[in-house]
């Protein structure tokens, strides 16, 4: 079993078994769930600490499926798309809930160039918040920007650089309002991440500013 350096917070784990995320974030927790045996077995100790609750609530308000949809049920709230994780033994760079998205493999994600060589592909989710796959040439910086929201990325092939720490398959980089960051993919080998944003990027280049709206970074 690979350690995984990076993993996502207790708290966005719990966002995800409650259905309290976007799509968009859900995608990205179910990837990195997929690829990583201590984040699910920290996820189905919350999934089980939310089924000893829902044990006072009668039955006949239990939804047979899961906690979310359960909570959602008695809220009278919507249930949010929340892709399962998939536990993943062999090695393709997809994981299970991003092969679904994309509708096949990495040879079937339909890439667009960006510049400088890196190569974006926009997932169909809510539009609460944006998930995309990035196809990142090695050794390539990734323009200066701060963040309007939430923004999380997880790592699929290749490695990257942020600030001090190094983020390789598996680990999630989490970043908000608060942090600037310029991701640098790491020599050696071309970097393919999914990340997802609640908000557009403020990036702090001219250029990119420029680019943005189309780019609908
Ligand atoms: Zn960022």
């Not at 393709?92 to 160039?113: E, F, H, N, Q």
């Not at 989490?174 to 990036?203: M, N, Q, R, W, Y």
Request: hydrophobic fraction near 45%; aromatic fraction near 4%; charged fraction near 20%.
């Amino acid at each position: 079993m690979t350690t995984i350096t990076h993993q996502v917070s207790d708290d966005l784990l719990a966002g995800y078994v409650s259905g309290d995320l976007a799509e968009a974030f859900n995608l990205v927790i179910a990837s990195h769930v997929s690829l990583c045996d201590e984040a699910r077995a920290r996820m189905e100790a919350l999934e089980a600490i939310g089924g000893t609750v829902l044990e006072q609530v009668p039955e006949a308000q239990m939804a047979p499926d899961s906690f979310a949809a359960t909570l959602a049920l008695i809220s009278g709230g919507d249930i949010r798309p929340r892709p399962k994780p998939v536990p993943q033994r062999d090695c393709p760079v997809l994981p299970a809930p991003i092969r679904d998205y994309v509708g096949g493999s990495l040879a079937d994600v339909k890439w667009r160039p960006v510049g400088m060589g890196v190569k974006q592909a926009i997932l169909a989710t809510s539009p609460d918040a944006s998930a995309r796959l990035l196809y990142i040439p090695a050794g390539c910086e990734m323009p200066d920007h701060g963040h309007r929201g939430l923004e999380m990325t997880l790592v699929l092939q290749g490695a990257f650089l942020d600030g001090a720490e190094r983020y390789a398959r598996g680990d999630v980089d989490v970043a908000d309002e608060e942090i600037d960051h310029t991701p640098i993919a790491d020599v050696g080998e071309d970097c393919i991440c999914i990340a997802a944003s609640a908000a557009p990027l403020k990036f702090h280049g001219l250029v990119p500013r420029l680019v943005q709206p189309f780019l609908k970074i």
